[in-house]
């Protein structure tokens, strides 16, 4: 089993409506949670961070964290073109852990 | 502030040369990494360093060398370039706070010919 592992997609959305993007992990200690978004041929950047179970919001996305079920989402609200991207779930195992563990990524396309 | 920077941009190389990628941060982060990212491929680390004077492998680095001589830089060495090496090279940073938000550089595209 993957340590993060995610759907490789793609997965195409229509635009204006919700994108919906799943991340599972494996180690049930795991205390940090991100999402980065990469364009194609540029470097991730990090969009979104949980560390508490429940929902964190952020304009139009908002970031799951269930760790007893040990998953994290991504929701995408009115999503729009300029959101077709590669996103990258990442975990740290430990508080204090210097290395993320990333999953593949998966790739969402919105389509006008 | 720049955040992290990288240079060069791009490079081709050809097999048995060697470069320095240079990676730099103005965050006073004192963790840095240097990934690389084949086509269509998820992020692999290669080596880290949790401050100056203080490197440590990640799970690819064959053929790789570093060094962190100051919080801000972090070079990384290619010693007799190899086709397998051909790959986008990113670099980035966190602070020691625990949770290790990591801030990316623009990356650099390396091709070994």
């Known amino acids: 089993q993957k340590e993060v592992e995610q759907n490789s997609g793609p997965l195409s959305v229509p635009e204006g409506a919700i994108a919906s993007l799943n991340c599972t992990y494996s180690?049930?200690?795991?205390?940090?949670f991100f999402w980065y978004r990469q364009y194609s041929g540029k470097s991730p950047e990090l969009i979104m961070s949980i560390y508490s179970n429940g929902d964190k919001e952020d304009g139009r996305f908002t970031a799951q964290l269930n760790k007893a079920s040990q998953y994290v989402s991504l929701l995408i609200r009115d999503s729009q073109p300029s959101d077709s991207a590669t996103y990258l779930c990442a975990v740290n195992r430990d508080f204090g852990n210097e290395k993320l563990t990333f999953g593949t990524g998966t790739r969402l396309t919105i389509i006008p | 502030n720049a955040g992290v920077t990288q240079t060069p941009k791009f490079r081709i190389l050809k097999i048995g040369q060697s470069m320095t990628l240079q990676c730099a941060q103005d965050m006073n982060h004192n963790y840095m990494y240097w990934y690389r990212q084949d086509p269509g491929m998820g992020l692999k680390l290669i080596y880290y360093?949790?401050?100056?004077?203080?490197?440590d492998k990640g799970e690819v680095p064959n053929g790789y060398n570093v060094s962190r001589s100051t919080t801000e830089d972090f070079p990384l060495r290619l010693e007799l370039a190899a086709p397998s090496q051909t790959s986008v090279y990113f670099c980035?940073?966190?602070?020691?706070?625990?949770?290790?938000?990591?801030?990316f550089g623009p990356g650099t595209r390396l091709t070994v010919l």
């Open positions: 360093s949790v401050g100056a004077g203080i490197t």
């Open positions: 980035a940073s966190s602070s020691p706070d625990g949770y290790n938000e990591q801030f």
């Open positions: 180690d049930r200690g795991s205390q940090s």
